[in-house]
T-cell receptor
Framework: SQQGEEDPQALSIQEGENATMNCSYK?????LQWYRQNSGRGLVHLIL?????REKHSGRLRVTLDTSKKSSSLLITASRAADTASYFC????????????FGEGTQLTVNP | NAGVMQNPRHLVRRRGQEARLRCSPM?????VYWYRQLPEEGLKFMVY????????ESGMPKERFSAEFPKEGPSILRIQQVVRGDSAAYFC????????????FGSGTRLTVV
């Protein structure tokens, strides 16, 4: 099965709440990245965390990485309606060169 | 400094025709990657190119698909004799160095085969 699987597949919350998305992968990685995709648009890079890092923050985003469990989580605090989008994790494997392996994504809906 | 430019944004082709998708990387980026996204799915790696070289084409279908990144001009993803299953969004990304950091994605080309 596929590397980089997110859960949940879909998440619906109210504005102001926090949203947590999880990602699991199968092989050893150099880094893990999170991207956002608005409907019908391209991908926007959100944050990158390296295999030797455990946690990283960027504005309202907090990413954790647990290499022993091969999992990562993305937390968006104080969500806004504009955060409505699909969120993808992507890994760069130790042996995969520089290509990204994407998960299937989490569709986040933030209701005003 | 323009981002990664892909054109056309939308492309409609009849079965059996050829599709040519173009990607101009960010200025100063010499590494280009192509990904395909089927409806309701994540992106799948297709090919990685540097100027005049194909570095990794492990994600490319064996037939009908080809890619190039010439010394001058954009990278081209070419699909010959398109079929309905080729309908997807095709994204290009570029980076300044090899290694997986610093990707910038284009807005994609949405190919519809009728």
């Amino acid at each position: 099965s596929q590397q980089g699987e997110e859960d949940p597949q879909a998440l619906s919350i109210q504005e102001g709440e926090n949203a947590t998305m999880n990602c699991s992968y199968k092989t050893s990685i150099n880094n893990l990245q999170w991207y956002r995709q608005n409907s019908g648009r391209g991908l926007v890079h959100l944050i990158l965390i390296r295999s030797n890092e455990r946690e990283k923050h960027s504005g309202r985003l907090r990413v954790t990485l647990d290499t022993s469990k091969k999992s990562s989580s993305l937390l968006i605090t104080a969500s806004r309606a504009a955060d409505t989008a699909s969120y993808f994790c992507a890994t760069v494997g130790e042996t995969s060169g520089s290509r990204l392996t994407f998960g299937e994504g989490t569709q986040l809906t933030v209701n005003p | 400094n323009a981002g990664v430019m892909q054109n056309p944004r939308h492309l409609v082709r009849r079965r059996g025709q050829e599709a040519r998708l173009r990607c101009s990387p960010m200025k100063g980026h010499s590494h280009v990657y192509w990904y395909r996204q089927l409806p309701e799915e994540g992106l799948k790696f297709m090919v990685y190119l540097q100027k005049e070289n194909i570095i990794d084409e492990s994600g490319m279908p064996k037939e009908r698909f080809s890619a190039e990144f010439p010394k001058e001009g954009p990278s081209i993803l070419r699909i010959q004799q398109v079929v309905r299953g080729d309908s997807a969004a095709y994204f290009c990304a570029s980076s300044p160095v090899r290694g997986g950091d610093g990707y910038t994605f284009g807005s994609g080309t949405r190919l519809t085969v009728v």
